[in-house]
Every structure is written in C-alpha cells, then in structure tokens.
C-alpha cells in the first residue's frame, strides 16, 4: 500500500488510538502511573465473545489513563504462555509492546488492506466493563492484528471503538501532571530504511529525516524510527531492549514548567530532552522511555 491509497484507517489519515504497556503485575504499573501524577482507571477483565456468544475471558486484565481522544493502556497477561496474544511479546520484556491505530469502520480497513495484496489475520472482538468517572457499562470494540510485514517491533493493531463514550470519559482527563495527548511513539530499529519502508505503506504517513533516525508523520502525531546509537544519543544511560522493540512514547502537556514543578514536588527524576521537552527513565514508567512535550512545541 502506498501513502496515498484508500483507506478507512482513520478516514484517510492514520492516527494513534493508544499504545499498550505489557506487565505481569497489573496493580504495580497502575501505582507507578499514578505516582507520575496520571488518573488511572482501576483494572477490569478482557473478554472476547466465545462461541455461543457469551464473554470469554482474554486472561488480561487492563486499566487505563485517558485523554481526550487518545489513551494509555496497561495491561497484565494474568497466566503467561497460556495462549494470550501478547506471550510472545512478553516474554521478551516486560515494556511497550502495543500501538492501536484507530479506525471508523474495521471490517472496511481489513478489506483495504487485503485488497492491497497484505496477507491479514483475522477480525477480532474484545469487550471490558466499564465503571468510572460516573460511566457504567460495557465498553466494545472491533480491531484486528497489523501483520508483521508492516509492524515488527510490537503489537500493533487497527481499532474500531464501538462506544466510545465509555472510553473517552472527559472527568478522567484530568491529571495532576498536566498530560493533555499521546503524542507519539519511538521505536528501535536494526535498519532504518527497512523500518520506513514499511511504515510508509500506512495511509496518509509522510516520512521526515531528523538527526537521529526517521519520523512517520501521522496528521498530529509522530511515529519515530531510531537504532540504538540515536537512541542513546537522545536519552543517555536509558536502559533498553535489543531492536526490533516500541522503546518509549511521548506525552503532550499543558506546560512543561509546571509539569517539571509536579515531578520535582514528588522528588521523580527528569532528564532535559529540550527547551520545551523532558524524558523519564524505563524503570518509572513501566520500561518504557516517557517523553513529555510541552504542547507548544512543533509537531
């Protein structure tokens, strides 16, 4: 698929819905979220319909930091190696293994796909209950699995949400830390050019060079391609997993002053990424790199 083929992902712009931080200990990467100063959801079960129809368990349980039409997923594989579709990524490490990109119809994105001659794993379901922010209910979605000749560095996924005024609960957007928005996600990459190439085939991505690797422009948001001695170059003393990996995201704030205020209040240690910009180890957020960008600073 080239950039500029039809399809539904996103209408005709491809965007990050969320990304996913995989662990084994779900109440643990909720405290360490929380003591970052994110409003976390409390976890809730994952199902998928079983064959008569009724909830299955997904032996996952996930809780959730919400903006305003973007989220951070963290998510536990309660008995890992028993089937669940991250195992393989977790048992690698325990990190950023998820990227959901968004869809208004999913059935219609999996057909463009395979029209375009990518060889695509199946249509999925997935359900989970939801009780916050004053919103009950059953949250659902369609999403289905982006094959590996397009992502290998994670999971990553296409997403249809359902009822997604059970997922974008405005009384949850507000953090103490002042997070507004996903801004992007970084991957670590063997080869460059091989990682653009098939992140190009996405719909509506525009490719820009930058001193320390690629970004993948998806309308606001960045997709950035990096080998490990860029990387070190941008985050010094990190401590990361071998390519091919998702190693960090990237977080818009309201002011980066006043976040850096709240960190240093609650004694977290930052590290300055730029003048708008600043960058917390893999060990505080659940061994991911986070990047905080004041929301002024250029796309």
Not at 49 to 77: C, K, N, R, W
Not at 158 to 186: D, K, M, W, Y
Request: one cysteine or more; aromatic letters at 6%; a negative charge.
């Amino acid at each position: 698929m080239t950039a500029d083929s039809p399809s539904r992902i996103q209408s005709s712009e491809t965007t990050i819905d969320h990304i996913g931080l995989v662990g084994r200990d779900i109440h643990k990467m909720i405290a360490a979220f929380r003591h970052l100063g994110f409003v976390v959801t409390e976890p809730a079960a994952l199902t998928q319909p079983g064959p008569d129809g009724e909830p299955v368990s997904l032996g996952q349980m996930s809780a959730h930091v919400i903006f305003g039409d973007t989220y951070i997923e963290l998510t536990a594989v309660d008995r890992p190696g028993q089937g669940n579709h991250l195992d393989p990524w977790l048992a690698r490490h325990e990190g950023l293994h998820i990227m959901a990109l968004r869809t208004q119809d999913a059935k219609q994105s999996w057909d463009d796909l395979a029209a375009h001659g990518v060889v695509m794993p199946p249509m999925r379901a997935a359900s989970r209950e939801v009780n916050a922010g004053g919103k009950k209910g059953i949250a659902d979605f369609k999403w289905f699995q982006i094959p590996d000749s397009i992502s290998r560095e994670g999971f990553s996924c296409v997403v249809e949400h359902q009822t997604p005024e059970l997922v974008f609960i405005e009384s949850l957007t507000h953090h103490p830390n002042g997070a507004l928005a996903l801004r992007g996600v970084c991957a670590l990459v063997d080869d460059l050019n091989d990682a653009v190439s098939r992140y190009q085939r996405l719909p509506g991505a525009n490719i820009e060079p930058f001193a320390l690797g690629r970004y993948v422009v998806l309308k606001n948001q960045r997709f950035i391609a990096m080998t490990p001695k860029g990387m070190a170059a941008m985050c010094p003393g990190a401590k990361l997993p071998a390519p091919p990996c998702f190693a960090g995201f990237a977080v818009h704030v309201r002011s980066i002053a006043e976040t850096c205020n709240y960190l240093a209040q609650k004694g977290i240690a930052y590290q300055p990424a730029s003048e708008l910009s600043v960058w917390l180890k893999p060990e505080l957020a659940c061994g991911a790199v986070l990047l905080l960008i004041d929301q002024q600073a250029p796309i």
